[in-house]
């Protein structure tokens, strides 16, 4: 999802996406206790975020489509609207019996160690829903990339496939709310796709390389998250896949 983010000039919205998971996150703690579930299960939390995120990403088109706003400002309105509203509503978790232990700040970070067998299967699920819907799409999204106008003469919906770029968007983003979490998922979005493109000319390979790159990042980073225990997992991932990317830079 990231390189095809890229590739439509929209790298900055993957921050404003991954900033505006907040409020959807803490909507979903506070329905889920007052109704006397447990708060901190994975999947009505994600689906929270996911609710919250791709309403922000409306709220974008919707600023650019309405008004003569510009990109960059409609991003940057939506993305402090929605974070704001998250910081306002995660005070009022905390003022719940059970928010002083909700573990909701773990978002803000990642947490690797948190995750139980049920959330890497949750998490594993959307990955491969996310794969299965790029392969299935793969020639529409790339002819929408690369010329948006010409799709739209050969009669594709270019507004709905923009569309499903931003909600694979949104989806890769809650996927890395539990490693990397909100404030840095931008980085793994953005950066594998960005040194993918250094090592070759076809879309289609620097999707395997930038997934490759990816994944890579994120087993070093566990990795050297578990010998330095004093190391967050979320900030030895994207250092790593930073890593990755310098050395395609200069080489």
Not at 124 to 139: D, E, G, H, P, Q
Request: charged letters at 10%.
């Amino acid at each position: 999802a990231g390189t095809f983010l890229l590739f439509r000039k929209r790298s900055l919205l993957s921050d404003t996406i991954s900033h505006s998971t907040l409020p959807g996150i803490a909507i979903a703690f506070i329905l889920v206790e007052t109704n006397g579930g447990n708060g901190k299960q994975l999947a009505p939390l994600m689906i929270g975020a996911f609710i919250s995120a791709w309403l922000s990403m409306q709220t974008v088109r919707w600023i650019r489509g309405y008004s003569r706003i510009k990109d960059d400002a409609a991003l940057a309105i939506t993305l402090a609207l929605f974070y704001g509203l998250g910081i306002v509503l995660l005070s009022v978790v905390q003022q719940t019996p059970t928010g002083h232990s909700s573990g909701l700040q773990n978002y803000l970070f990642g947490m690797v160690a948190s995750m139980v067998i049920a959330d890497a299967y949750l998490i594993i699920a959307l990955a491969l829903f996310c794969a299965v819907a790029i392969l299935l799409f793969f020639k529409e999204f790339s002819l929408l990339c690369f010329d948006s106008h010409f799709a739209q003469t050969q009669g594709y919906p270019a507004a709905a496939l923009d569309v499903g770029i931003m909600t694979l968007a949104v989806l890769v983003a809650v996927v890395g709310l539990q490693s990397v979490g909100l404030l840095l998922i931008m980085a793994l979005l953005i950066i594998p796709a960005v040194a993918a493109r250094f090592w070759t000319h076809g879309l289609a390979p620097m999707l395997l390389i930038a997934a490759a790159i990816g994944g890579m990042g994120g087993f070093i980073g566990a990795v050297v998250s578990s010998v330095f225990p004093r190391v967050p997992a979320g900030g030895a991932i994207v250092l790593s896949v930073a890593m990755m990317f310098l050395i395609s830079l200069l080489f």
